[in-house]
């Protein structure tokens, strides 16, 4: 490479630490630039930092090559009350084709006390085919005889297939927690998380996760160990939001698990959410201001595929949000003649039981296959705790209440859930 990777990647974070945000869209490839701007990276940066504080130190940067011409470096970043992560992908002229802000590498994880690791394998497999396959690692129980299986989903974002969040990993929490009590469980790296550069400009939320989605169903449903008619959608947050779209394109699916699918509009609950946290912090005012304004152009009657990505909510470009203004879930949840288990956390402000569940429940009342339940001290990621949740909280090891493990292996294999419960209670 005619450039150094990682001398330009210091280079941008030194530029962001001094507030030279115009300077580092200098350097943003053609591609980059159309859906970030120098004004949006001011934004999340400053949201950023105004949680964790100031920065103290910038450590040294790690690259890893993702193609002949381009190479992905992580610079962690040292601030007063924690850390972050800035992953950059440099081209072999120094320009940047990717920039996100990650979280601070974190200890190790370690599994939940509800975990029973010695009753399951876990295995990698490959969901999908060709360029955009991704891998993904099936969790399988011991013993004889088809069990029931569940496909998990994880919600919006270049998640990998944990689910990981700082030091956390909410999905490989329930993975583990239902293999443990007899459910065979597939999760899998996102293609927003394996192929971020192999992504068309104008992919959508169906792009984003009903191919693979659908890919890693009849994956589960193949293997000799899998009852095939007892295979499950899991989706967390957006993961939620697009299982009906899922199951209504491979109608083969059992039923699903809805964990705090957000059902009010995204550009609607994006200025929600940025009000709640200038709240907490009036750093963060300038914020809202930012979202407003794209939510705005999100709504207005004149957006199109064509509208710039920079002036729209997430960077997102104006066919993915054509698209998700067109899906109704609460709609499409009802259309389907599945069984449904709805969970929500009481302390979720992403995702809120006045503004999201309350649709659920409106729209699926009159349905005596649908199950509604509410964990009131668990937040976004069902994690326990209380008082008002914000970001911070996720920065803490912690893991999956144990009571929506519980719940959901109920719901999937009643049998198989009461009794691994009554096992595991005999041998304490």
């Known amino acids: 490479m005619t450039m150094d990777p990682a001398a330009v990647a210091m280079a941008v974070v030194e530029m962001a630490r001094n507030g030279r945000f115009a300077n580092i869209e200098?350097?943003?490839?053609?591609?980059?630039?159309?859906?970030?701007?120098?004004e949006t990276l001011r934004v999340e940066w400053e949201s950023q930092t105004s949680r964790v504080g100031p920065i103290s130190a910038i450590g040294t940067p790690v690259s890893e090559p993702v193609k002949a011409d381009l190479v992905r470096v992580s610079v962690p970043v040292t601030c007063e009350r924690g850390g972050l992560t800035v992953v950059m992908s440099v081209d072999e002229e120094g320009l940047l084709q990717g920039l996100r802000l990650a979280p601070a590498l974190a200890a190790s994880w370690t599994p939940p006390s509800y975990a029973r690791r010695r009753r399951f394998d876990e295995h990698d497999v490959t969901v999908g085919s060709g360029d955009l396959a991704v891998p993904g690692t099936l969790s399988l129980p011991h013993g004889h005889g088809p069990r029931p299986g569940v496909v998990l989903l994880s919600g919006g974002g270049p998640f990998d297939r944990d689910g990981s969040a700082g030091p956390n990993k909410p999905l490989k929490d329930l993975a583990w927690g239902l293999?443990?009590?007899?459910?065979?469980?597939?999760?899998?790296?996102?293609?927003?998380?394996?192929?971020?550069?192999?992504?068309?400009?104008?992919?959508?939320?169906?792009?984003?996760?009903?191919?693979?989605a659908v890919a890693a169903v009849r994956l589960l449903q193949r293997h000799p160990a899998v009852d095939a008619?007892?295979?499950?959608?899991?989706?967390?947050?957006?993961?939620?939001?697009?299982?009906?779209?899922?199951?209504?394109?491979?109608?083969?699916?059992?039923?699903?698990?809805?964990?705090?699918?957000?059902?009010?509009?995204?550009?609607?609950?994006?200025?929600?959410v940025v009000r709640y946290l200038a709240s907490l912090d009036p750093g963060a005012q300038a914020a809202v201001e930012v979202i407003t304004r794209q939510a705005a152009m999100v709504e207005s009657l004149h957006l199109s595929p064509d509208?710039?990505?920079?002036?729209?909510?997430?960077?997102?470009?104006?066919?993915?949000?054509?698209?998700?203004?067109?899906?109704?879930?609460?709609?499409?949840?009802?259309?389907?003649?599945?069984?449904?288990?709805?969970?929500?956390?009481?302390?979720?402000?992403?995702?809120?039981?006045?503004?999201?569940?309350?649709?659920?429940?409106?729209?699926?009342?009159?349905?005596?296959?649908?199950?509604?339940?509410?964990?009131?001290?668990?937040?976004?990621?069902?994690?326990?705790?209380?008082?008002?949740?914000?970001?911070?909280?996720?920065?803490?090891?912690q893991h999956v209440d144990p009571a929506v493990v519980a719940d959901i292996a109920d719901w999937l294999a009643p049998r198989q859930g009461r009794l691994a419960r009554l096992v595991s209670g005999f041998k304490r």
């Open 307 to 397: 509208t710039p990505a920079a002036e729209l909510l997430f960077g997102h470009s104006g066919a993915y949000w054509l698209d998700l203004r067109g899906y109704d879930p609460v709609a499409a949840a009802a259309a389907l003649d599945k069984p449904m288990l709805i969970l929500q956390g009481g302390r979720d402000y992403q995702v809120t039981v006045a503004d999201d569940l309350s649709r659920w429940r409106e729209g699926l009342a009159d349905r005596p296959d649908v199950t509604i339940r509410v964990y009131d001290a668990d937040d976004h990621l069902f994690f326990p705790g209380s008082g008002p949740s914000t970001p911070a909280d996720y920065d803490s090891p």
């Open 26 to 38: 200098e350097v943003f490839a053609p591609p980059l630039r159309a859906v970030v701007s120098a």
């Open 179 to 212: 293999a443990g009590r007899g459910v065979a469980v597939l999760r899998f790296d996102k293609v927003t998380h394996a192929h971020a550069d192999r992504l068309a400009h104008d992919f959508t939320m169906s792009d984003e996760y009903v191919p693979h």
């Open 229 to 272: 008619a007892r295979v499950y959608l899991a989706g967390h947050s957006m993961g939620g939001k697009v299982a009906p779209r899922v199951a209504a394109a491979e109608p083969s699916v059992a039923g699903l698990v809805l964990l705090a699918g957000d059902a009010q509009p995204m550009h609607q609950a994006a200025v929600r």
